[in-house]
């Protein structure tokens, strides 16, 4: 079973954290501190795999994850899921992420948390994999996206929020991100490499 | 076209996010954190009613503010008030703040259980989704009781959905993974079960994660779902890459269905020969594919398949049945211990370490000791590092010992701080256990000292001292060394604590020598004295006083260092008590008083070894197993089996001269004096020889004291019929090792068992079939007079309370001494409800266990044959077969005996022959056989030619019933 499905940044900064087990509020922030300290202070290239921490059940517990780019991906499972199904796993989240987001970034998922919370919903449930077959969950997301578009198109004030969105200052017109501190990094490395599809063999880790 | 128009953010959202980024320090964050709440908590508040966007913009803030890690404690209501909105995007939005910020026991979960209803019914697929969803991620005992009669009527109707089906599936798992209690098995079962031959391969993926954890508890119910499991499997395996289109992932067929289906036959025994063929040619053809060349150079294509093959190898092992299948599996283990992939390595290590506990490939793994080791050196990840001594420390042998341990303690230099304790943990006990001459295992624990000193546990310290003082051949040697040791200029304050306990003990064995007179031991101790912490300066203190005894010479001496006042108005009331209690024994008592007073301490009793189960307790902290081990520990603690009785004192008895000096009465009464037997192993030692009645339940001094013979003595009254019903069974497990050996509607009783040579270890487990607690649990191992002397039993106790639905485990270690005839039988008693139950079963210990198969030529074999022609070394058998003739199972069944199966050594191709020797502690015992199959009278005739005739009958009788 997975415990938890933890996406953080270089520097630690929660961007998602979905926990299938019950925690307190406190415990769940400290899990994510503990869990980036044990992810951050490994080597590249060494394996993908540790002990967890103590807090979420010691070694009783793997811990799985994946470094991309800005972000790391962490799962926090029991002895019961394959360590390579788990890793893989968690390439076709990415995967579809960016196939949703079109050249994910770190800053999709921060301002869309709950798109991202909506995917992995049709991957995981309940701590158990729901659906691993990407062309299905994409449908799926397609299919919710558009019944948001026609109930928006349904109601007046929901369409003058949306074209009030279209001047979204930071990702349509990336001259005034001036004073954003983080630059928007890809996930997947975009234009040749993307054209190559050779950035997917291996997490860039920059 | 990307699946999220970016165009739909809210800028509200993005303004605030964006303002949070921007802050420059933590203050500024909570400060403008703080202030969006407080808009939010108006707006919540306010009179006017909140349009659907607003609300969900809002709550997106919640969200946003929750994973920085501040408490909401508010807007869980308006998040109910969506899920009742008829629109998707806010309904969606109420279910996503519920599942993530609402709390199992909210108040708010009967409203919220009255929307899924609600949503449940609507027979819209999305909303039935969301429904399931929050059901599952929420979990909560009052949704179960909600919704676990409901969730598998839509889980099995005709028209749900594939989607909404493989959310029913999960969700349904999770109830019961919360409340098993609420989740009735009923009609449904058999229709879940069906699902694993459903069209949608999501749907099968679902249903089998389902059924592993549903078959776990209730494996009858869910029995069929081998052989549907297996087929679909085979129909995966064998299918071209394409056939199952948007499952394949990186020309890999649907690997994560694969694995989960590997996993669910894990949760059953090998399967009966006709499927179990069709399962063994899948798990051929993955081991095959694994040598194919990669038909991707992706890294995803290798890690999926290799996910497979991991999980095939895993049930491989947990079969442990087919030899062939074993070595194959450790063979690609062998393989990926070298790969470049790290990932595949780390794997590769750990699987390898379940190996080496199967009879069959243990040998095969030390082969690859080298590889091991050689990862112990080089690798660059520690977590792959840990992998390495975990195997070693299971591929270990008495073959080995000496190696693997002198490679740890070199690793030991300079590991990882997080792991060192371990490894110390994990070297002492190998020393113990694997130790012929007990000069390398103190050697050892002083180098581990040395080396290692602040990760050497209380525990391994005791230990060595025990071990000295019940082994005199090596005390001498001991006092020398620690001796010598101390002579270091900075030594760890453990290697004072056991230099003190040992010279104290022992020091007279080295006085003779001028270079370690009494005076010089004295000094050396004392040298150390002020730079030690004040409980080893109490142990120091009660050395002295000790030597006043061993050596009278320099008893003023030592009178002088204890009236000094650093001693007697020592600020610490423990020093102080002792040295004026110990200035005053050495004033007034005589000699002899004082040669009384101050004897050598008694042997100490044992049964397990504290080490080990510090080690398990480190292993799996949290775990139901691990609770067991401190219960364990703590029961052993109080009795004061594991620590030198000097511990206790240390710390708090009010008076210390009492207990320290050997007269309390817990170890002069509980301490058999220790058995002459020289070479066996320290646990044995321990046993107490005088009952081979070993008490199991833990604990409490009663329990130890005597009711061995009186549990004995219940069995005789009454176990004739009870012990015989069992009969047919025990002969089921003369050739093989695992199973099911008795079963009733309270009780499961399974084993598992290993041998090598004159040694085993049988873990029985004990499975309360009922739902209430068994009370009284109690476990007794009994052997007939004879037995006794040729067998030595020795058990751990168990926990006396086993819970309803729960198994508890019970490790039987088993030494040969001798040949001999009878089972032991095991005993049972418990309360269950308010009735005493008592049965008795044979436990299938017998003498073929201890068969070592030998291989030879057709010229040796006849040769051997020949020279055992004394009447009295054959016995012959003849007798009519009970089960079809097949040759193939009468094969594997001689191989399951224990000996070897020689190919082209009968004239006669029909017959079989086989070789092998009984290994006892005394003697070795070689045995051949040859079996001729008469197929047109259905019978046979066997003989056995060994070398006592005692044996040869026993092999005889034994394997007669087989056929």
Redesign the interface.
């Known amino acids: 079973m997975i415990k938890a499905i933890l996406i953080f940044n270089n520097h630690g900064k929660p961007r998602l954290s979905k926990f299938y087990q019950r925690y307190s509020e406190d415990t769940q922030q400290q899990i994510i501190r503990e869990t980036f300290h044990l992810v951050s202070k490994r080597d590249e290239n060494v394996c993908n795999f540790l002990e967890g921490g103590l807090l979420i059940g010691g070694s009783d517990n793997k811990l799985i994850y994946r470094h991309y780019a800005t972000l790391y991906f962490v799962f926090c499972v029991d002895s019961s899921e394959s360590e390579l199904g788990i890793l893989d796993l968690i390439q076709v989240f990415v995967e579809t992420l960016d196939k949703c987001f079109e050249n994910v970034c770190e800053l999709d998922l921060i301002f869309h948390v709950d798109k991202v919370h909506n995917i992995l919903a049709e991957m995981v449930m309940g701590g158990m994999v729901l659906e691993t077959n990407m062309n299905e969950i994409v449908t799926q997301i397609d299919a919710q996206n558009k019944l948001e578009k026609s109930e928006a198109l349904s109601s007046h004030d929901s369409l003058s929020a949306m074209s009030r969105s279209w001047s979204y200052p930071y990702l349509s017109n990336p001259d005034t991100t001036g004073s954003l501190n983080l630059k928007r990094t890809h996930l997947f490395p975009v234009g040749k490499n993307k054209a190559k599809d050779a950035a997917l063999s291996t997490p860039p880790q920059l | 076209m ?10 509200g ?3 605030f ?2 303002d949070i ?2 802050c420059k320090s933590k203050e500024a964050e909570i400060k403008r954190i703080n202030k969006e709440l407080a808009n939010i908590r108006s707006k919540f508040k306010g009179d006017k009613a909140l ?3 607003s609300k969900k913009k809002y709550v ?1 803030k919640l ?2 503010i ?4 501040h ?1 909401i404690d508010f807007g869980h209501m308006e998040a109910v008030n969506l899920l009742s909105s008829n ?3 806010e309904k ?2 109420g279910y ?1 703040f519920i599942s ?1 910020l609402v ?2 026991n909210s108040e708010l979960i009967r409203l919220i259980n009255n929307a899924i209803k609600n949503d449940l019914a609507s027979r819209n697929p ?1 909303f039935m989704g969301l429904a ?2 929050c059901i ?2 929420v ?1 909560s005992r009052e949704m179960a009781e909600a919704f676990a009669g409901e969730i598998p009527k839509i889980l099995v109707a005709g028209d749900t959905m594939d ?1 909404v089906k ?2 029913a599936a ?2 349904l ?2 109830l019961y ?1 919360t409340s098993p209690d609420l989740v009735p098995m009923g009609d449904w079962t058999s229709r879940v079960v069906h699902l694993l031959n459903d069209q949608h ?2 749907v099968v ?2 249903a089998t ?1 389902l059924i ?1 954890t549903l078959a776990q508890k209730n494996p009858e119910e869910f029995k069929t779902s081998v052989s549907l499991a297996v087929s679909r499997l085979s129909r995966i395996v064998t299918s071209a890459s394409t056939d199952l289109q ?2 394949t ?1 990186y020309f890999v067929p649907a ?2 269905l694969s ?2 289906l590997l ?1 669910l036959l894990q949760c059953y025994p090998p399967p009966d020969p006709a499927v179990r063929g069709r399962l063994t040619e899948c798990l051929e053809t993955i081991l095959n594919k694994a040598q194919e060349p990669p038909k991707s ?4 294509h290798s ?2 398949k ?2 497979v093959l ?2 095939a190898i895993s049930l491989i092992i947990h079969h442990d049945s087919e030899p062939n299948l074993l070595v194959r599996a450790c063979n690609q283990l062998g393989q990926f211990l070298q790969h470049r992939e ?2 595949l ?3 590769a290590l750990e699987s390898m370490c379940t190996l080496a506990s199967s009879e069959f490939s243990h040998e095969a793994v030390k082969t690859h000791i080298e590889t091991v080791i050689n990862a112990l050196k080089t690798e ?2 520690v ?2 590092r ?1 992998r390495a001594v975990d195997l070693l420390y299971a591929m270990c042998d008495r073959s080995n010992a000496q190696q693997i341990v002198a490679e740890m303690l070199n690793y030991l230099e300079t590991a990882d701080y997080s792991i060192r304790e371990e490894i110390v943990l994990k070297v002492a006990i190998l020393a113990e256990k694997y130790a012929v001459d007990y000069t390398w295992y103190v050697d050892t624990i002083l180098n581990l000292i040395r080396i290692a000193g602040d990760y050497v546990s209380e525990e391994v310290w005791y230990r060595v001292i025990q071990i000295v003082i019940n082994r005199d051949d090596v005390q001498g040697y001991a006092a020398k060394t620690v001796f010598e040791a101390l002579q270091a200029p900075a030594c760890h304050e453990n290697l004072v604590k056991v230099g003190g306990y040992i010279l104290g003990e022992f020091g007279n064995l080295i006085a003779g020598d001028p270079r370690s007179s009494p005076l010089i031991q004295f000094n050396l101790l004392h040298s150390k004295f002020h730079l030690c912490s004040v409980p080893t300066r109490a142990l120091l203190l009660s050395t002295y006083i000790k030597f006043v005894n061993l050596f009278p010479e320099i008893k003023t001496t030592i009178q002088d260092v204890l009236r000094s006042d650093s001693q007697l108005k020592n600020a610490d009331v423990e020093l102080q008590q002792r040295a004026v209690e110990y200035l005053r024994l050495s004033t007034i008592a005589s000699t002899d008083i004082l040669a009384t007073v101050l004897e050598e301490m008694p042997p100490f009793p044992e049964r397990e070894s504290s080490i080990l189960a510090k080690l398990k307790k480190k ?5 139901v197993t691990d609770l067991e081990e401190i219960k364990k520990e703590r029961s052993s603690d109080m009795n004061g089996s594991a620590e030198p009785a000097l511990n206790a004192t240390v710390v708090t008895t009010p008076s210390p001269t009492e207990d320290l000096l050997g007269l309390g009465p817990a170890p002069v009464t509980n301490s058999p004096p220790p058995p002459p037997t020289s070479d066996i192993l320290l646990v044995d030692v321990f046993a107490n020889p005088a009952a081979a009645v070993a008490p199991l339940a833990p604990g409490s001094d009663d329990n130890f004291a005597s009711p061995d013979l009186a549990s004995s003595e219940v069995v005789s009254e009454e176990p004739a019929d009870t012990v015989h019903d069992a009969d047919e069974l025990f002969h089921k497990f003369v050739c093989k090792n695992n199973g099911v050996l008795f079963e009733n509607q309270l009780l499961q009783i399974g084993l598992k068992s290993e041998f090598r040579q004159n040694l085993g270890r049988m873990f029985i487990f004990y499975g309360n079939k009922t739902s209430t607690q068994f009370l009284n649990f109690t476990p007794t191992v009994i052997c007939s007079d004879d037995l006794q002397s040729s067998l030595n039993l020795q058990t751990k106790p168990v926990d006396p309370t086993v819970d309803g639905g729960a198994q508890v485990q019970q490790v039987v270690n088993i030494e040969c001494v001798s040949d001999f005839m009878e089972a032991p039988i095991l005993n049972i008693q418990f309360r269950y409800g308010g009735t005493f139950q008592n049965l008795s079963v044979k436990l299938p210990i017998t003498l073929n266990k201890f068969f070592q198969p030998t291989e030879m030529s057709s010229q040796d074999f006849f040769q051997r044959w020949k020279q055992l022609s004394n009447p009295k070394q054959e016995v012959q058998n003849i007798f009519k077969a009970k089960h079809p003739m097949d040759a193939e199972i009468t094969k594997a069944k001689i191989i399951g005996f224990g000996s070897a199966l020689l190919e082209e050594v009968d004239p006669n191709p029909a017959n079989f022959v086989g070789a092998g020797i009984i290994h006892t502690k005394t003697t070795q015992i070689g045995c051949l056989l040859r079996l001729e199959p008469n197929l047109q009278a259905q019978m046979y005739r066997l003989t056995l030619r060994t070398s006592k005739e005692a044996v040869s009958q026993r092999l005889c009788e034994l394997l007669s019933e087989q056929f």
């Not at chain 2, 929750?66 to 890690?69: E, N, S, T, V, Y």
Request: with cysteine; hydrophobic share 30%; glycine share 8%.
């Open positions: 990307p699946a999220v128009s970016k165009g739909d953010g809210m800028r959202l993005a303004v996010i964006s980024r921007n349009d659907g966007y997106c969200l946003f929750f994973l920085l890690g408490d629109r998707y995007t969606q939005i996503l993530v709390n199992s999305t399931l969803h599952a991620n979990g989607s493989q959310s999960l969700c798992l999770r993974r391969l999501g993926t679902a994660s592993t948007d499952y992932y690997p994560w694995v989960k996993r150079k992706k890294v995803q890690n999926a290799n996910a991991f999980e790290t990932n390595r780390y794997l660059r990840d977590s792959v840990q292993k799996g902290p949290g775990t």
